[in-house]
């Protein structure tokens, strides 16, 4: 399975940016995985924000189309969520994670999560 550390979280003020980072390990087939970016806010349960196809093609929830960039760099294992625009509801601890329908629905289902990055965003 695919180990991943996420990094680059921080408080943020409303309308700022952050850049996310997703470290890989624990394979050398990252490259064919499609990864998703996922999210759980204080009392809420988490849920899947966006995600990339192991061709590129991004997908994104629909309060942050626009908002929101991820990106991928197979050569070095590496998952990104580019986060303008930042709203305080987009405060969450931010996680990544394989990508597919199952765990879309219900990321319970998934036990390998990392241990997330904290994002507040908040004046």
């Known amino acids: 399975q695919v180990q991943v550390v996420e990094s680059g979280g921080a408080l943020v003020q409303p309308g700022g940016s952050l850049r996310l980072s997703c470290q890989a390990s624990?394979?050398?087939?990252?490259?064919?995985?499609?990864m998703g970016w996922y999210r759980q806010a204080p009392g809420k349960q988490r849920e899947w924000v966006a995600a990339i196809s192991r061709n590129g093609m991004p997908e994104y929830v629909d309060h942050v189309k626009g908002r929101f960039t991820v990106s991928r760099d197979n050569t070095k294992n590496t998952l990104y969520l580019q986060m303008n625009d930042l709203k305080p509801e987009d405060t969450a601890v931010y996680y990544c994670?394989?990508?597919?329908?199952?765990?879309?629905?219900?990321?319970?289902?998934?036990?390998?999560w990392g241990p997330g990055t904290q994002v507040t965003v908040s004046s």
């Open positions: 994670a394989e990508d597919n329908s199952p765990i879309r629905a219900d990321p319970r289902i998934y036990p390998y």
């Open positions: 624990g394979t050398t087939a990252f490259r064919f995985y499609a």
